[in-house]
């Protein structure tokens, strides 16, 4: 048998996810936000699960041209648009659209010689401080595009920063950004995930979800199954050793737990090699045998350890489930200090996957 770990990704949970999202947001088409390898799911496996969103978002020309010669015709969103004016005639022959986010952008694009006329997104910063033009600056750079023969149609777009936070919202953002593009008639598109489920008033066009089409919450102190959401991936491994530890005695590098009493001991083959997150402390709920106990020790870099107490009967082979429909990802982010969105696109290549 070869070294049992699995990541079981679910198709048909990424297409209920998606149809959670249309729900939530009847009126806007969907942007599926699939970069970072479909949030580490895998590229082409998530878009084709999500083929029926209205357009995918991805952050290099690579990962567009991967989903052309798919044959996806969807539109295409490069969220960080180009990185380098020598990109601009790929992006034109795929059929992209990058998002413009600075002015140089702007004029480089005006200035290029495309083949083909180019939809754009011009970003803006409302208070994120990140990518984007400040408003101040979006007159200037519409005028550069507009002047611009091969340039198609503009979406104006922002991003908010603190849509998941209980109290903070979105409605200094939406202030700023409606002052920005007031009169201007374009298409609009500004809610991830956590506005799409908080704030109806952010829909608009286009919503941009990401992580929920994968089953996780956007929102500490909630799961996925709290939402209606379906988890779209397994980690899944089995013991590869069980031993019997005497009180007094430590367990892995460090020493960093010590036994209170003797006990069970399951060895699981799964480290931080794998993307487990070696924050995760003694502790950290995993399931064995379908039953619910805490890893022991610092996480390996290809193993961790387990207290076998509540699975008596566990054994060499025993299914163990590292996240999953019955363990969520958010579980174990949150105890090790941060996000599912980490622990997914974390998950390492060497990491056999399934397609259920
Ligand atoms: C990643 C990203 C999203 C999706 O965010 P989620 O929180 O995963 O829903 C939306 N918009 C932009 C610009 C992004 O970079």
């Known amino acids: 048998m070869s070294r049992p770990l699995t990541a079981r990704i679910d198709l048909a949970a990424l297409a209920h996810n998606l149809g959670v999202v249309k729900a939530a947001a009847p009126h806007s088409r969907v942007l599926a936000v ?8 895998g590229l082409l496996r998530v878009a084709h699960g999500l083929r029926a969103a209205d357009g995918f978002a991805v952050l290099s020309v690579d990962e567009a041209a ?8 969807h539109p295409i969103v490069l969220l960080e648009g180009f990185f380098h004016p020598d990109e601009l005639s790929e992006i034109a022959r795929l059929r992209l659209r990058p998002v413009i986010h600075r002015q140089d952008q702007a004029e480089i694009l005006a200035r290029a010689h495309l083949e083909h006329r180019l939809d754009v997104l011009l970003k803006i910063d409302t208070g994120m401080h990140r990518l984007g033009l400040p408003p101040a600056r979006v007159a200037e750079a519409l005028a550069t595009l507009r002047a611009a023969p091969h340039i198609g149609g503009i979406t104006l777009m ?26 201007l008639e374009l298409p609009i598109t500004l809610a991830n995930s956590a506005a799409l489920l908080r704030y109806p008033e952010t829909h608009a066009d286009w919503v941009r979800p990401g992580i929920m089409l994968y089953g996780i919450s956007p929102f500490s102190g909630q799961t996925g199954a709290d939402l209606g959401l379906l988890p779209a991936m ?3 491994s089995r013991l590869i050793a069980v031993r019997r530890i005497r009180q007094g005695d430590a367990v892995g590098y460090g020493a960093s737990f010590v036994a209170e009493h003797d006990l069970n001991l399951g060895v699981v083959a799964c480290g931080y090699a794998d993307g487990y997150p070696r924050h995760a402390g003694s502790g950290t709920p995993i399931l064995v045998e379908g039953r619910i106990t805490r890893t022991l020790g610092r996480v390996s870099m290809d193993m961790l350890c387990v ?9 060499v082979g025993s299914p163990v489930t590292l996240w999953g429909a019955e363990l969520p990802a958010e579980h174990v982010a ?11 696109t974390a998950v390492a290549p060497r990491v056999r996957v399934e397609e259920i």
């Open 34 to 41: 699939i970069k970072a390898n479909g949030y580490g799911h």
């Open 158 to 183: 922002t991003h908010f920063a603190r849509a998941d936070e209980p109290g903070v919202g979105v409605a200094a953002q939406m202030a700023t950004f409606r002052e920005a593009a007031g009169g």
């Open 234 to 236: 397994a980690l899944e």
């Open 334 to 344: 949150e105890r090790a200090g941060t996000i599912a969105y980490e622990l997914l």
């Open 66 to 73: 991967q989903l052309r010669g798919a044959g996806y015709t």
């Open 307 to 315: 207290d076998l107490t509540p699975v008596p009967n566990a054994h």
